[in-house]
């Protein structure tokens, strides 16, 4: 059985590298300009655009995984599963509750929610509440969605978000036999003894395949990352919250923790940006407006085919999580609407590379069951919010996303990119230092041949 890695592969890596080709190659077989221009004129753009979104979302960035980085190191997530084992609105609200406070890696996200289904967890509660909240409910993605999108994307996407786990649960619990969802805990179930579990991001490592291990008091503890492994810390106390916010131990949790997180995402963060600034300068606007030309067929039905669309778009691009937000206000600038671009933030759960992983831990009919779930949930409820939010007035206009206007100017950004800056070196300096016990003889540190 292989082993879901928190980064992308090779593979990812070169179709992704098809597609920013690709996105070249329509500009220039679209563009009216001669190419010596339009390579200048869009290259500049697609380097501003790219830096605009780095600049407006790195203080928000470091502040969103040291908040998450806080709340997974002070305070405590045993017996999780016990809570989540019925599907009624107390087990869903812990799910969504437990979700918003833990990891956004899209990745982590779903080793851990079917590591709480195995355990008996619901489907309902574990697949639909846990496993969405905490990629798209979660503090980090918020902030970044109110930077580059506005206030009303945030409402949205918190709106839409319980609607979409409430059509999942739904989905589970109404329509899914109960045989099939027994029948996937069973797969989950028969592969305990394949892999063990990763102590510090809760993913599923195979001890045989991974390089990250350390051997401690007699027993061996196998990581999917260096930066779990360098994270780990077997003596953590167990003081309450004000005692850890409080001492430079506690602070050094969170910085291992936080640099957990970043060790996860920031090669989707960056490929977001990277991708959100290809087609901001590539593609020119006429292609844009060829592609959504307007309710041709009346409003409704524009908005469900670009709903569809977002969410296709959404799987078909690789990126999770954060990193989707970049591209999503390129797409809303350029004319895809409100709720399908919410349809694409949702459709981060059904990349290819985590629905393969479904299809490996659940079999192949459940896999397709959640993967086509998550789809039609994503539509459904980017089609409804966009209609709601119509109603009460409060779509904002996509002029207003500018991010390639934005310059880099001595005012309340550069503070607080400055402030960011600071935190982030000194919480890598405690990442860095020696956790407690490290320096303790019955811990050793070792490379698996």
């Not at 896999?367 to 119509?390: P, Q, R």
């Amino acid at each position: 059985m292989a082993t879901l890695q928190p980064h992308m592969e090779t593979r990812e890596y070169a179709i992704l590298t098809v597609l920013a080709l690709a996105t070249v190659g329509i500009g220039v077989f679209t563009t009216s300009k001669p190419l010596s221009t339009f390579f200048v004129e869009s290259t500049r753009q697609f380097l501003t655009t790219t830096a605009a979104m780095a600049w407006i979302t790195w203080w928000a960035l470091v502040i969103g995984f040291a908040i998450a980085g806080g709340v997974e190191a002070w305070t405590s997530d045993e017996k999780v599963s016990d809570l989540l084992e019925g599907h009624g609105w107390r087990e869903i609200g812990y799910g969504s509750l437990f979700g918003f406070v833990s990891s956004s890696c899209s990745y982590s996200a779903i080793a851990t929610a079917k590591n709480l289904f195995k355990k008996g967890g619901s489907a309902a509660a574990t697949l639909g509440a846990f496993m969405f909240a905490s990629t798209n409910l979660v503090i980090e993605i918020g902030i970044v969605i109110w930077l580059l999108l506005g206030w009303q994307f945030l409402v949205a996407d918190i709106v839409g978000g319980f609607m979409l786990i409430g059509l999942m649960a739904s989905g589970f619990v109404y329509v899914t036999p109960d045989e099939v969802v027994e029948e996937a805990r069973r797969n989950v179930q028969d592969q305990q003894d394949e892999t063990v579990q990763d102590p510090v991001c809760g993913m599923e490592v195979d001890p045989d395949e991974t390089e990250y291990s350390i051997e401690y008091e007699g027993e061996t503890y196998y990581f999917c990352s260096q930066s779990c492994k360098e994270s780990f810390d077997p003596e953590a106390a167990t003081t309450s919250i004000p005692e850890k916010a409080t001492s430079l131990s506690g602070w050094k949790e969170l910085a291992d923790k936080q640099w957990k997180e970043w060790g996860m995402l920031w090669d989707e963060i960056a490929i977001g940006f990277i991708f959100a600034g290809l087609i901001a300068g590539f593609i020119p606007e006429a292609v844009w407006t060829s592609v959504f030309s307007g309710a041709t067929f009346g409003l409704p039905v524009y908005v469900f085919w670009t709903a569809v669309l977002g969410a296709v778009i959404g799987v078909a691009t690789f990126v999770c999580s954060v990193g989707n937000v970049p591209f999503g206000a390129v797409l809303f600038s350029n004319g895809l609407p409100f709720g399908s671009v919410l349809s694409y933030i949702y459709a981060d759960l059904i990349v290819p590379p985590i629905m393969d992983a479904y299809r490996e831990y659940y079999g192949a009919k459940f896999a397709a069951i959640l993967s086509g779930m998550i789809f039609v949930s994503a539509v459904i409820t980017g089609f409804v919010i966009h209609f709601l939010f119509l109603g009460l007035g409060i779509i904002p206009d996509p002029s207003s996303v500018k991010i390639a206007e934005v310059k880099i100017e001595a005012n309340y950004k550069m503070v607080l990119n400055i402030l960011a800056t600071g935190f982030f070196a000194f919480l890598y300096w405690l990442h860095r230092q020696d956790s407690a016990g490290q320096g303790d003889q019955s811990m050793s540190a070792s490379t698996v041949d």
